[in-house]
């Protein structure tokens, strides 16, 4: 495919090869055509598993959470930079254009929630959707896998964690608003371009820049605890607008906010090189180059801490501005801390909380 010919609605341009797999599939044009006109937009495909467990415990000490569980692999979204791409090699897709096209369910995540939190040996913690693939992608709107899981969370008042990057959740404010008034929730909204052309080419099938920028005002008018994530920052695309969304997200309601840098681990790199190519040609170099800045030669970093924030004169200047933004716009920021309290094991047919 040339760098003219974009495939619209999705993020990745192409399907690398998945590293697992000892054989691929390729088309070679007999009279050397550089273009690939057999690779169209493809339509998602849902794929259905019955995983004996959903909580995940989360072994990487630098995300900021304990426990995940992830109603959806893949994601519609679309997101060129997200580091989940690779774990969809592990299903025998590819990291490109499979992560955002074949979707694999897991149907029974509220029922599995449930036999987790009641189990004898359970400690009371805060459970964050989307820890790693958004649980209000697109599907969501058809499936409502996500708000059974709510339902859960709130039938035995368990705190709960929403990380997106779409306004799904306005459609169930009953259940958030529920959960709020026990301080059981909190809603982290990704936000990483004011620019409007920007978001729809770094993540095409996420929610417009004004619709999260109202999500923010609605929530806040719901009681419901919201913050930001400026996330990923890519310099030389939108490390300059950390001021700007910050303050913009606080002017709505939002209280907190973090970031982190762009890696990009894997076979995301040559996904990710792809894109940046097809639709930024002319600063290609400046980008590739201030991302390999960023972890001491490289575009990935895998060390705790570090990978995150990056190192070096890139990531002193990134981790200034938002430090700046951060103290002058959200007072250095409200950290929310959920109710662990509430839980009452046998949901809502027990008359009395103990």
Not at 147 to 155: E, P
Not at 263 to 276: C, M, P, S
Not at 326 to 335: L, P, T
């Amino acid at each position: 495919m040339s760098t003219d010919q974009k495939i619209k609605g999705r993020g990745a341009q192409h399907k690398p090869d998945n590293r697992f797999l000892k054989q691929s599939i390729s088309w070679e044009e007999k009279d050397g055509i550089d273009e690939f006109v057999h690779l169209d937009a493809p339509k998602t495909e849902i794929f259905y598993e019955s995983p004996k467990e959903v909580v995940n415990k989360v072994k990487s000490p630098d995300v900021g959470m304990e426990y995940s569980l992830n109603p959806y692999q893949g994601c519609e979204h679309g997101c060129i930079y997200c580091y989940a791409r690779t774990t969809h090699e592990f299903w025998g897709f590819n990291s490109g254009l499979d992560f955002e096209s074949k979707i694999v369910v897991k149907k029974n995540a509220a029922a599995q929630l449930e036999r987790t939190i009641l189990k004898k040996s359970w400690k009371v913690k805060p459970i964050v959707l989307s820890g790693n693939t958004d649980c209000y992608q697109p599907l969501e709107k058809k499936l409502r896998i996500t708000r059974s899981l709510l339902k859960v969370f709130a039938d035995y008042r368990h705190p709960v964690g929403i990380i997106t990057k779409n306004v799904g959740f306005l459609d169930d404010l009953d259940l958030l608003e529920d959960l709020a008034s026990n301080n059981l929730v909190r809603v982290i909204l990704s936000i990483t371009s004011l620019d409007e052309e920007l978001r729809s080419k770094l993540e095409p099938r996420t929610a417009t820049v004004a619709r999260k920028l109202e999500a923010i005002e609605k929530l806040t008018e719901k009681g419901i605890p919201v913050s930001v994530m400026t996330a990923p920052i890519i310099p030389g695309l939108n490390h300059h607008e950390i001021p700007e969304i910050i303050k913009t997200a606080a002017e709505r309601g939002a209280t907190n906010a973090g970031y982190t840098v762009v890696r990009l681990n894997g076979t995301i790199a040559e996904v990710f090189q792809k894109w940046l190519k097809t639709h930024f040609s002319d600063r290609y170099d400046k980008v590739w180059n201030q991302i390999t800045h960023l972890h001491d030669g490289n575009v990935n970093d895998s060390n705790f801490g570090r990978r995150m924030r990056g190192a070096g004169q890139e990531a002193d200047m990134i981790k200034q501005l938002f430090d700046m933004a951060i103290k002058k716009y959200m007072n250095g920021g409200e950290k929310v801390v959920l109710n662990t309290k509430a839980f009452r094991r046998g949901g809502n047919y027990k008359l009395f909380n103990f």
